[in-house]
């Protein structure tokens, strides 16, 4: 991208990046799964006592953990640091 590009629109944003492999966001995702880090784990268990569901989900900016409640409605987000 040339310099004035640049300074209109600034930098391009990166693409998406590839799943780390091909686990559907639709499917939740048990808690002890390996994929499952030991710190979201931690941090998922007050809203999995109460119901929740961890749903795994491929952003722009890398993996998030999603909780979505008994009614399909997101409760919570998890991101990696």
Same mark, same amino acid.
């Given at each position: 991208?040339?310099?004035?590009?640049?300074?209109?629109?600034?930098?391009?944003?990166?693409?998406?990046?590839?799943?780390?492999d091909l686990w %559907?966001?639709?499917? &939740?995702? &048990?808690? %002890?799964? &390996?994929?499952v880090p030991e710190?979201?784990?931690? %941090?998922?268990? &007050?809203?999995?006592?109460?119901?929740?569901?961890?749903?795994?989900?491929?952003?722009?900016?890398?993996?998030?953990?999603?909780?979505? %409640?008994?009614?399909?409605?997101?409760?919570?987000?998890?991101l990696l640091e």
């Amino acid at each position: 991208m040339n310099k004035l590009a640049v300074l209109l629109f600034g930098q391009p944003r990166p693409k998406a990046r590839p799943a780390d492999d091909l686990w %559907d966001e639709e499917t &939740p995702t &048990p808690p %002890d799964h &390996p994929l499952v880090p030991e710190r979201t784990r931690i %941090d998922a268990a &007050p809203w999995l006592e109460e119901g929740c569901l961890l749903h795994r989900v491929q952003t722009r900016d890398g993996i998030e953990w999603w909780l979505m %409640d008994q009614d399909g409605k997101l409760a919570e987000v998890l991101l990696l640091e």
